[in-house]
């Protein structure tokens, strides 16, 4: 396991790799700031893991750079700002973690989830692109505000509605294979626009 005891950036054009089976530890209130990328390249036997305790300020900020997961199992809270980049495909956000964006961020990042698992956590994005495909999102309260959301691959959501508020006509939404169980409010919820 790897401890993340002081404030850590990855400058631009600098390079994390994360390997399969690696644990990552925040301390509390210790934050990684991705400027370059951080790549987390793990397998299903042997995901990588971070961690940190409590929930605010966000253990990672993604500030113009890109993480690159696979496999991976986010248990903090993960904030994505200007000009972000990620992709994120096999990965895991678990009880109590969070997947949130700057409020409008410009140039607007660009956030791919593949196969993704969503837990008792959170997804708040606004401003974004957003492409999700093969998704499951259990008890978790799923919001995209302002985006520009391509969700045309099954996804599932259980108890809780993927809520999207567009505000401006303008903006594309794109929309197809949303699955909804357990609850008669699970499903999609379109609001603003016309």
Sequence with gaps: PYRVCQDLTIPPGGIVLVEPGVLVNFDMGRQLVV??????????????????????????????????????????????????????????????????????????????????????AQLALSGCIVVVRDSTFNNTHASLLRSFPDITAGNTFTSHPLQIDRQESIQPLFIDGIHATGSPTAGLSLRGGT
Excluded: M, W
């Design 35 to 120: 400027a370059g990328t951080l790549r987390i390249e793990a397998t299903a036997y042997a995901r990588a893991i971070l961690t940190a305790p409590g929930s605010f300020p966000p253990s990672i900020i993604v500030q113009g750079g890109a993480i690159e997961a696979r496999f991976a199992e986010f248990h903090q809270v993960l904030q994505v700002g200007s000009g972000a980049n990620l992709l994120l495909s096999d990965c895991i956000f678990s009880t109590g973690s969070v997947f949130l964006s700057d409020d409008i961020p410009r140039p607007p990042p660009f956030i791919e989830l593949d196969r993704c698992i969503f837990s008792k």
